[in-house]
């Protein structure tokens, strides 16, 4: 069975977000069960892109509304991310150094996307299934049945992901006559409110969809930034399946990216020391406990009550607590935490950017990690301290509320609470720091968190399972 999957990130070759760290290692566990699978995605000027190899596979051109573009299809050698990966470069449209934040975005999806599907048709043999990811892939499942050109490709069977549902790729009508052409009786399958929504129109038209998290799939059915009537009443055709990890590369026993190594056996003593190198580089004491932050500084993280958070903990626990944010995003918030860095010198470290080697050391050298998202698909985060034996304190939403299991449960390896706004948040911190004080419990709690099995290997099967069940 051939699968290709279609994303515009993919770590590392491009990541903003989690939707890259599930497309970069995803398909690497789906060929572990012996599925053809493969990543297609836009084609950057990155350092990977730079660093590595590539032929020349295909190339062509078409017209977008007046506007003449060329491909050119590449696909690196080696096969290094453990699966082949395909890049389509359009000159002028899709060779800059970010993913998003350009004015001519919806031109640049739809560029890709019609570059992709003249590929499968007129240069190799096609996918069993094409599997898309996020709304910037989301006319795929309409191109292959209503425009003219590629409706030869109706039979392939498309499955689209949900990573978030707040962003809908929404654009003007006005835009209609730069999509390939197609059949106008069907406009309303690419309408919503009045805007063409490519998620909407990938819901109306797949033949799955899948949410990251079944929690997450629960909550779209009631709140989906205005198409939580479409999810449900396509809701035949859904599947909440949860993301895994890749735990070849997340893994602390063996991260070359963290200054001391360690596992189950040896968390205690390889934590102390990650925390020793961490705490001395930002001037933090290494006696306390460490509470950290990573993410983006957006809404949906719940970023915006970091600081409030912060300042509640820090003026009531002073001496009990150390606190490290790393991440990036909204200006004002970054504005916040930087005045709160000023203010408590010894009991915060900042590090405002995107690093991934930081993000590793954060996870090895932090004893717990704070997520109070807004809104969560799956999160990748806590699943990533989990393995690093760092104790998640997350809001229970979406996926987090799927994979961290209250200390208060039998086996709980967490703390979960239920509110954003009042306390909710500084209480959990507080519950943890209880338990903290007990070497002996807290060490129970790391030694279920790194014993539980987030890999992909069950989710990949959910996968696979699906697959069979659209194709038979
Ligand atoms: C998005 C979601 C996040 C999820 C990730 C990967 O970034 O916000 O919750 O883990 O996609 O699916």
Known sequence: ??????????????????????????????????????????????????????????????????????????????????????????????????????????????????????????????PDIIHCHDHHVGLIPFLIRYANEFNSLKDIKTVFTVHNGQYQGWMGWNKSIILPAFDTWRWGLLDWDGMINPLATAIKCCDAYTTVSEGYLEELYVEANGLQ??????????????????????????????????????????????????????????????????????????????????????????????????????????????????????????????????????????DMLLMPSRVEPCGLNQLYALKYGTIPIVRGIGGLQDTVKDVSEDGGYGFVFAQLGGNDAEEAVERALEQYKTEKDWEVLRSRAMSLDFSWDKSAQKYKDLYDQLIN
């Open 1 to 126: 069975m051939q699968v290709l999957h279609l994303s515009v990130e993919c770590f590392p070759v491009a990541k903003v977000g989690g939707l890259a760290d599930v497309v970069g290692s995803l398909p690497k566990y789906q060929r572990h069960l012996g599925i053809d699978a493969a990543v297609v995605m836009p084609w950057y000027d990155t350092p990977f892109v730079r660093e590595n190899e590539w032929d020349k596979v295909a190339e062509g051109s078409f017209y977008q509304g007046s506007e003449p573009l060329n491909y050119i299809v590449f696909k690196e050698r080696v096969d290094k991310l453990g699966f082949p990966l395909y890049l389509i470069k359009i000159p002028g449209k899709l060779d800059r150094p970010e993913v998003y934040c350009y004015a001519d975005e919806a031109e640049q999806w739809i560029a890709f996307q019609h570059a992709f599907l003249r590929w499968i048709k007129y240069d190799r043999t096609a």
């Open 229 to 366: 009537h479409l999810f449900r009443d396509e809701s035949a055709k859904s599947r909440g399946i949860v993301n895994g990890i890749d735990v070849s590369y997340w893994n602390p026993a063996t991260d070359p990216l963290i200054p001391a190594t360690y596992s189950l056996p040896t968390a205690a003593q390889g934590k102390q020391e990650n925390k020793k190198k961490l705490c001395a580089q930002y001037g933090l004491s290494e006696q306390l406990p460490l509470l950290s932050f990573i993410g983006r500084f957006a809404l949906e993280k719940g970023a915006d009550c970091l600081s409030k958070i912060i300042r509640n903990l820090l003026s009531q626990n002073m001496a009990e607590i150390t606190i490290f944010i790393l991440g990036s995003g909204d200006p004002q918030i970054e504005d916040e935490l930087a005045d709160l860095k000023a203010e408590f010198p010894k009991h915060m470290g900042l590090f405002v950017g995107y690093n991934e080697a930081l993000a590793h050391q954060v996870y090895a050298a932090s």
